[in-house]
């Protein structure tokens, strides 16, 4: 419970206020000393190459050490043998280097989120802090060995996690829990999936652990580096604040779109051959072009050296090209190995017939003599990503040979460009292709591994796209992020173990998360309502929230609806918070019209500094996001707007973290069944 104004607890919150007022002036001196290394840094180094390296060390040391008056550097206080230790974002030091903050991530705060009264692991009393705009209000004890624990009935916690959304996703380093906490420490060797039903936090989950293996690995990690990948650009706009207000400032956000983006898209497919090429069978297609390229030689290698002349017969040349397939290296690197191997033959030849070791230059030299070169292009062809699809989409003979017994003969012609572009350079790319050119590139060469991947909205990844994030965490972990339930790409996965080994980790944790304590428990039971036609094995999500409201307001003829959707937007506004217009696609120009003849302004979702409290939000992009108020408009365009419409309908009516209002003239989809119906006017929180 939170602490009424008694004098010893004034006292106390005087105290706790002094230390908060404290730690911000010894973090502003933390930084004040990093600034002044970094102002000097180049004087002390003792080279230039040192001088950058000191330097990119101490300008990221400064950006983590950045002070936001309006976050509470510390939520929690832990008693411990006699011993206080604040629990906060970052660790804070005084000038003597003694802890008066420490970061969320060390191991002495784990016991903040998992002691117990039945495993108090050593503390008597747990603190949390109430604030507001980042003054210290209140504070909250549980007295754990006197066998006093609020959990989830703590005020404090529960206003923290109910706390109206504006701007940005924040973190939840104060209402991190118990299973949430395991999932954030485990090992940098484990990779895991999470399925997470709405609201259930499986985004904080992702973007905690990625600060919490920087801290643990830090060194590990700032050389292989941490990658999170998002569904699109509002979700990574969405995102973008936690991990810096955690003080991690060089993590690499990318969409699967940016991962591939090696050649510009001029082109369209159509829905045929874009689910094609996102099949997995490609990547077997693609394989087969490549290496097919490769020719048997049957003529020696002759080479003139001064007074010398040096031969390599067919029968050792085919043997270099055969010991060098069977390395199974990318292609580059085998082509290059066979090109060394032949020079390292003329080169024995040499130092035989004249007893002298060839210099660099002669080595050189031989490795780009016209007959070498020759040799190579026909045994090991040079090729590039955008040659190889080329040829394979253009170039009946070739597909042909590549995709026997793997295409059919109807799906090779689907695939087939109507006319083949007049050189590499003139093709015109499809979204599709570039799966292809990604593929392509990796059986070329080695693409860069970062030491841990995160990724968010994984259902709707395609087994190409995580064929393409597979290449780039080969040599490090993953953390997976989704929901089979908000699956609305055609490609959407039905089963996790599918997603995993496409992603090269088959043998990785699936972890469901089915607690939900962001989404209110009327609004979970009305989307769960649409599970049973979804086809996938997921359980029901359960909310500990009993705040929200949801009303479903109908009106009689679609020329009412606009009206309806103004007076539901209208009446939200009265309440604190964030409100989002979620329409179909098609119809977001007509709502957003609507609301600025009503002089309402609307900003996109991509609008992260806007100040506009309204947010018009196409359906098909609303994916991860979250607002306190929602409007939704017309839920039977969005179904009929795409295949998976229902699995669209799932989502968009799990956005809202304090009330839904459904707006429709349209019956809604059967799956909902009958629902209460409000007149227009009572919108969600109306009675707050």
């Known amino acids: 419970?939170?602490?009424?104004?008694?004098?010893?607890?004034?006292?106390?919150?005087?105290?706790?206020?002094?230390?908060?007022?404290?730690?911000?002036?010894?973090?502003?001196?933390?930084?004040?000393?990093?600034?002044?290394?970094?102002?000097?840094?180049?004087?002390?180094?003792?080279?230039?190459?040192?001088?950058?390296?000191?330097?990119?060390?101490?300008?990221?040391?400064?950006?983590?050490?950045?002070?936001?008056?309006?976050?509470?550097?510390?939520?929690?206080?832990?008693?411990?043998?006699?011993?206080?230790?604040?629990?906060?974002?970052?660790?804070?030091?005084?000038?003597?280097?003694?802890?008066?903050?420490?970061?969320?991530?060390?191991?002495?705060?784990?016991?903040?989120?998992?002691?117990?009264?039945?495993?108090?692991?050593?503390?008597?009393?747990?603190?949390?802090?109430?604030?507001?705009?980042?003054?210290?209000?209140?504070?909250?004890?549980?007295?754990?060995?006197?066998?006093?624990?609020?959990?989830?009935?703590?005020?404090?916690?529960?206003?923290?996690?109910?706390?109206?959304?504006?701007?940005?996703?924040?973190?939840?380093?104060?209402?991190?829990?118990?299973?949430?906490?395991?999932?954030?420490?485990?090992?940098?060797?484990?990779?895991?999936?999470?399925?997470?039903?709405?609201?259930?936090?499986?985004?904080?989950?992702?973007?905690?652990?990625?600060?919490?293996?920087?801290?643990?690995?830090?060194?590990?990690?700032?050389?292989?580096?941490?990658?999170?990948?998002?569904?699109?650009?509002?979700?990574?706009?969405?995102?973008?604040?936690?991990?810096?207000?955690?003080?991690?400032?060089?993590?690499?956000?990318?969409?699967?779109?940016?991962?591939?983006?090696?050649?510009?898209?001029?082109?369209?497919?159509?829905?045929?051959?874009?689910?094609?090429?996102?099949?997995?069978?490609?990547?077997?297609?693609?394989?087969?072009?490549?290496?097919?390229?490769?020719?048997?030689?049957?003529?020696?290698?002759?080479?003139?050296?001064?007074?010398?002349?040096?031969?390599?017969?067919?029968?050792?040349?085919?043997?270099?090209?055969?010991?060098?397939?069977?390395?199974?290296?990318?292609?580059?690197?085998?082509?290059?190995?066979?090109?060394?191997?032949?020079?390292?033959?003329?080169?024995?030849?040499?130092?035989?017939?004249?007893?002298?070791?060839?210099?660099?230059?002669?080595?050189?030299?031989?490795?780009?003599?016209?007959?070498?070169?020759?040799?190579?292009?026909?045994?090991?062809?040079?090729?590039?990503?955008?040659?190889?699809?080329?040829g394979l989409l253009s170039e009946p003979d070739v597909l042909s040979a590549a995709a026997d017994g793997i295409l059919t003969a109807d799906e090779q012609a689907v695939l087939l460009w109507p006319k083949a572009p007049r050189t590499v350079k003139a093709a015109k790319f499809s979204p599709a292709d570039l799966v292809l050119l990604d593929e392509a590139a990796g059986l070329l060469e080695r693409e860069t591994s970062f030491g841990h991947v995160v990724v968010d909205e994984a259902q709707d990844l395609s087994p190409m796209q995580a064929r393409a994030i597979a290449r780039r965490s080969e040599h490090g972990s993953i953390t997976l992020l989704g929901d089979l339930a908000q699956g609305t790409a055609p490609w959407a996965a039905a089963d996790w173990r599918d997603t995993l080994r496409h992603l090269g980790k088959p043998d990785a944790a699936i972890v469901p998360l089915t607690i939900g304590f962001r989404v209110p428990a009327v609004v979970v039971e009305l989307a769960n309502k649409l599970l049973p036609a979804l086809g996938v094995d997921v359980p029901e999500a359960v909310s500990l929230r009993r705040d929200g409201d949801l009303a479903i307001v109908a009106v009689p003829t679609p020329s009412e609806v606009d009206a309806a959707m103004l007076v539901e937007v209208t009446t939200a506004l009265e309440h604190e918070g964030s409100v989002a217009v979620i329409a179909a696609d098609t119809a977001v120009d007509r709502v957003r019209a609507h609301l600025a003849t009503a002089g309402l302004e609307a900003a996109t979702p991509d609008d992260v500094d806007s100040e506009a409290r309204v947010t018009v939000v196409p359906a098909t992009i609303v994916k991860g996001l979250e607002y306190d108020h929602v409007v939704v408009v017309e839920p039977a365009e969005i179904v009929a707007a795409e295949p998976r419409g229902l699995h669209r309908l799932y989502v968009v009516l799990t956005r809202a973290v304090s009330g839904l209002s459904v707006v429709h003239s349209a019956p809604l989809p059967g799956p909902l069944g009958p629902v209460p119906v409000s007149p227009p006017g009572t919108a969600a929180l109306r009675g707050a």
């Open 1 to 390: 419970m939170t602490l009424p104004a008694q004098p010893d607890l004034d006292d106390e919150l005087h105290d706790e206020r002094t230390h908060l007022i404290e730690s911000r002036a010894a973090l502003g001196r933390m930084r004040g000393r990093a600034e002044s290394l970094f102002a000097v840094g180049a004087d002390v180094a003792g080279d230039p190459y040192g001088a950058e390296a000191l330097g990119r060390t101490l300008s990221r040391r400064v950006a983590e050490l950045a002070d936001d008056p309006t976050t509470p550097l510390f939520f929690g206080k832990l008693d411990i043998d006699e011993a206080k230790y604040h629990i906060g974002r970052r660790h804070v030091t005084d000038d003597a280097g003694e802890p008066m903050v420490l970061d969320w991530r060390a191991p002495l705060s784990q016991s903040f989120y998992r002691a117990s009264v039945r495993d108090p692991q050593g503390v008597a009393t747990r603190r949390r802090f109430g604030f507001v705009k980042g003054e210290l209000t209140s504070f909250e004890d549980e007295h754990l060995d006197r066998g006093e624990e609020l959990g989830t009935k703590s005020r404090i916690l529960t206003a923290e996690i109910e706390r109206p959304r504006v701007g940005p996703m924040r973190d939840i380093v104060a209402t991190i829990q118990p299973e949430q906490d395991e999932l954030v420490r485990a090992e940098l060797e484990d990779s895991i999936c999470v399925q997470g039903a709405p609201g259930t936090g499986k985004t904080a989950v992702g973007l905690h652990r990625a600060a919490y293996l920087l801290y643990l690995h830090r060194e590990r990690l700032r050389r292989s580096g941490v990658l999170i990948v998002g569904p699109n650009t509002a979700f990574l706009s969405y995102i973008s604040a936690v991990l810096p207000a955690l003080g991690e400032v060089e993590v690499q956000q990318a969409t699967v779109d940016d991962l591939i983006a090696r050649a510009p898209v001029r082109g369209r497919d159509t829905e045929a051959a874009t689910l094609l090429k996102h099949d997995p069978r490609m990547a077997e297609v693609l394989r087969r072009a490549l290496w097919g390229r490769l020719g048997k030689p049957v003529e020696p290698i002759m080479v003139s050296d001064g007074s010398y002349r040096w031969r390599i017969d067919p029968e050792p040349l085919r043997r270099i090209v055969d010991e060098a397939r069977r390395e199974d290296l990318p292609y580059t690197v085998g082509r290059e190995r066979v090109r060394a191997r032949v020079v390292g033959l003329l080169q024995r030849q040499s130092e035989y017939r004249t007893g002298n070791s060839p210099g660099e230059g002669w080595l050189r030299r031989m490795s780009k003599i016209p007959q070498v070169r020759d040799f190579l292009e026909t045994s090991w062809p040079a090729v590039t990503p955008e040659a190889l699809v080329v």
